[in-house]
């Protein structure tokens, strides 16, 4: 299968207009989170299309998808990834698992760590040593850091929160906005499965949570509880 025919596919599949508004949405300007990102201008459904096609590309396609500039490129890479992990023996998801990680940094937006860190990384430690996330919370890059709080959906889909609340008590000094809101996320999702669990967090770190952290753990629970643990 050829890089090269993908990414005329995905030129096809363009939308007027949508490149300005996407790096606009995913604030590529300087100094922003996303500087320097570039976007053709194609729709997420679109790409997930165009990963299907091609979803029989090697490791080493894949991998030059995943170093393009574009961010399209590296989305639609991470997708085809995504597909051939689930189709994978043990073997195989190990060695996808490992390749995530050796390129974490290119997977160097929100978007491209939340559609996937949980169905690789947080898939393949089901049932392994988490260790990994404890180094990756602590580091210096922003999306490995959320690559770390992301990849606890796949416990907590199976009400397993340890390790989920451990990292989030990590991330209550976190300096970013964006680590906040896929904290708070995290937090919300534990509390639809088991609101004293949230509810036991919030006890403890209330007055203490970034306010973005705090506003979108709380979503679902009532106003009244919202008012409650917004005071200070």
Same mark, same amino acid.
């Given at each position: 299968? %050829?890089?090269?025919?993908?990414?005329? $596919?995905?030129?096809?599949?363009?939308?007027?207009?949508?490149?300005?508004?996407? +790096?606009?949405?995913?604030? !590529?300007?300087?100094?922003?989170? =996303?500087?320097? $990102?570039?976007?053709?201008?194609?729709?997420?459904? +679109?790409?997930?299309?165009? @990963?299907?096609?091609?979803? *029989?590309? %090697?490791?080493? =396609?894949?991998?030059?998808?995943?170093? %393009?500039?574009?961010?399209?490129?590296?989305?639609?890479?991470?997708?085809?990834?995504? $597909?051939?992990?689930?189709? %994978? &023996?043990?073997? #195989?998801?190990?060695?996808?698992?490992?390749?995530?990680?050796?390129?974490?940094?290119?997977?160097?937006?929100?978007?491209?760590?939340?559609?996937?860190?949980?169905?690789?990384? #947080? &898939?393949?430690?089901?049932?392994?040593?988490?260790?990994?996330?404890?180094?990756?919370?602590?580091?210096?890059?922003?999306?490995?850091?959320?690559?770390?709080?992301?990849? !606890?959906?796949?416990?907590?889909?199976?009400? &397993?929160?340890?390790?989920?609340?451990?990292?989030?008590?990590?991330?209550?000094?976190?300096?970013?906005?964006?680590?906040? /809101? @896929? !904290? =708070?996320?995290?937090?919300?999702?534990? =509390?639809?499965? $088991?609101?004293?669990?949230? +509810?036991?967090?919030?006890?403890?770190?209330?007055?203490?949570?970034?306010? !973005?952290?705090?506003?979108?753990?709380? *979503?679902?629970?009532?106003? @009244?509880?919202?008012?409650?643990?917004? /005071?200070?």
């Amino acid at each position: 299968m %050829s890089v090269a025919q993908l990414k005329k $596919d995905l030129l096809a599949e363009v939308k007027p207009g949508k490149k300005a508004a996407l +790096e606009r949405f995913f604030k !590529t300007g300087k100094g922003q989170y =996303g500087e320097g $990102d570039v976007f053709l201008g194609v729709m997420v459904p +679109e790409q997930r299309k165009v @990963a299907k096609k091609y979803s *029989e590309l %090697s490791l080493k =396609g894949i991998k030059t998808l995943l170093y %393009s500039k574009i961010h399209e490129h590296r989305l639609v890479s991470l997708f085809i990834l995504i $597909d051939k992990y689930k189709r %994978s &023996d043990e073997k #195989g998801k190990k060695e996808i698992y490992n390749f995530y990680l050796k390129n974490t940094k290119q997977v160097n937006n929100w978007d491209l760590v939340d559609l996937s860190a949980h169905k690789i990384v #947080g &898939d393949y430690l089901l049932d392994k040593d988490r260790k990994i996330l404890y180094k990756l919370v602590k580091s210096k890059n922003l999306w490995e850091r959320r690559i770390s709080i992301i990849s !606890t959906f796949a416990f907590t889909d199976k009400k &397993d929160f340890k390790d989920a609340i451990k990292i989030c008590e990590i991330l209550l000094k976190d300096k970013h906005d964006l680590i906040h /809101k @896929a !904290t =708070g996320w995290v937090l919300r999702e534990i =509390g639809k499965k $088991d609101q004293k669990v949230l +509810e036991g967090f919030l006890k403890k770190y209330n007055k203490v949570m970034p306010r !973005t952290m705090l506003r979108y753990s709380i *979503e679902r629970l009532s106003e @009244a509880k919202r008012k409650f643990y917004m /005071k200070k």
